[in-house]
C-alpha cells in the first residue's frame, strides 16, 4: 500500500516539471518569434553603399525602406499599408537573426539581402503613413509573420512555394488572392520580355546544376494554375531534357531580366529565346502597385493589408 501511495507522488512531481519545462520553452519561442516589444526599438543597420553600420530607432528606419520601396507621389493609405508590412518584415527578419548573417547587425540597406532604403527620399506625406500606424504589425498566432511584399503581382499573387522558391511548408497565411493594379499601372511596368541565346540559357542551366548539351528549346514544364506562375521550365537541348523551378531560373538569369515568374509566352527568334511575362518581382504577399489601386479605390491601409493577408491579426506593439 506505501507504494500505491508513493507512485503518484512521483508521478505528480513529474508533471509538474514537464510543466515548468513546457512553460519556459512556450515563452522561449514565442520570444524568439512573437511580438514582445513594449517600446519602439533601437536598430542597428548596415548601409552597404559605404560599409557602415549605424543605430537609429526603428521607424526613422521604416520611413526610408518605405521611400525606398514606393514612389514619392502615390496616396497615403497606400505608404501606409506598406509601412504595417515593412515593419513586420523588419522585426521577424530581426527575431530570427537574419541580418547576422550578413554584416552583425540587425538588417542591411541592400534590398538583395533584406529591403531598400532611401532615406534621401522621403517626404512629409510618407512620414505620415509610418508615424499613423506606429508600432503596428501583423501576427498570425501570435507570432510575427513574414512581411513578404513585391511591385507588382500582375494582377494575382502567389504561394511562397512557387513564386519564391521557399523551403518548408507554405505559410498558412499566404493565400493567392486577385489584384486591381492593372487599373494604375503603366503598361511597361505590367509586361515585360527578355531575350536570351541559347548560349546565355546553358550558362544559366550549368549554374543550376544542370546540363542539356547545346539548348535548343525552353518550354514550360508545370505551371500553378491559380497564380499562373511557372513552377517548373524544362530545357530541351542535344543531350536531353531537364527541369529546374522557374524561381530558380529567375534567380539565376537575373530577377531584374526576368521580372517574374508568371510567364505568358516563349518565342523561338532564330538562334534567341524570348521570354515574356507580367507583373515584377515574386508576386507573394502585398503588391506594391496593387496597394496603390485600392488606395485610390478609397480603402484604409488596414483594408489594404487585409486584402493581401487575409487571415493575419494586426497588433500595435507601441505608441
Keep these: 500500500m506505501r507504494s500505491q ?26 520570444g524568439e518569434k512573437g511580438p514582445t516589444y513594449k517600446k519602439e526599438p533601437e536598430i542597428s543597420i548596415y548601409f552597404h553603399e559605404d560599409g557602415t553600420t549605424k543605430k537609429m530607432p526603428l521607424e526613422e528606419y521604416l520611413a526610408g525602406v518605405v ?3 514606393m514612389k514619392g507621389d502615390w496616396p497615403l493609405e497606400a505608404y501606409a499599408a506598406q509601412a504595417i508590412v515593412a515593419r513586420t518584415f523588419t522585426l521577424e527578419f530581426i527575431a530570427r537573426g537574419g541580418g547576422k548573417e550578413f554584416h552583425q547587425a540587425d538588417i542591411c540597406t541592400d534590398e538583395n539581402h533584406a ?18 500606424t506606429r508600432g ?9 509573420v513574414k512581411g513578404w511584399f513585391s ?11 512557387v513564386a519564391l522558391g521557399y523551403a518548408g511548408e507554405e505559410p498558412e497565411y499566404i493565400t493567392s488572392v486577385s489584384c486591381p493594379e492593372e487599373g494604375v499601372i503603366p503598361e511597361e511596368e505590367l509586361y515585360w520580355s527578355a531575350r536570351f541565346s ?6 544559366i542551366l550549368t549554374a543550376l546544376g544542370e546540363s542539356v548539351g547545346e539548348v535548343r528549346r525552353l518550354e514550360v514544364g508545370e505551371r500553378h494554375q491559380e497564380s499562373h506562375r511557372v513552377s517548373r521550365l524544362d530545357f530541351v537541348g542535344t543531350g536531353g531534357r531537364a527541369g529546374v523551378r ?33 507583373g515584377f518581382g515574386h508576386g507573394v504577399g502585398l503588391c506594391q502597385w496593387g496597394s496603390n489601386a485600392l488606395a485610390r479605390e478609397g480603402k484604409d491601409p488596414h483594408a489594404i493589408v487585409k486584402h493581401y493577408y487575409p487571415e493575419v491579426e494586426i497588433k500595435k506593439l507601441w505608441k
Design 5 to 30: 501511495r508513493y507512485l503518484p507522488a512521483v508521478l505528480i512531481a513529474a508533471i509538474a516539471l514537464a510543466g515548468v519545462a513546457l512553460y519556459f520553452f512556450t515563452r522561449r519561442g514565442a
Design 67 to 69: 521611400a525606398g520601396e
Design 115 to 132: 529591403q531598400a532604403y532611401n532615406a534621401g527620399a522621403i517626404t512629409p506625406v510618407i512620414r505620415k503613413a509610418v508615424e499613423m
Design 136 to 144: 503596428e504589425v501583423m501576427t498570425y498566432g501570435g507570432n510575427f
Design 151 to 161: 511591385a507588382s503581382c500582375g494582377g494575382r499573387t502567389a504561394p511562397a512555394m
Design 198 to 203: 541559347r548560349a546565355e540559357l546553358g550558362t
Design 246 to 278: 522557374g524561381a530558380d531560373f529567375r534567380k539565376a538569369a537575373g530577377p531584374e531580366k526576368v521580372r517574374s515568374t508568371w510567364i505568358t509566352d516563349i518565342q523561338q527568334e532564330g538562334e534567341a529565346i524570348i521570354i515574356k511575362g507580367r
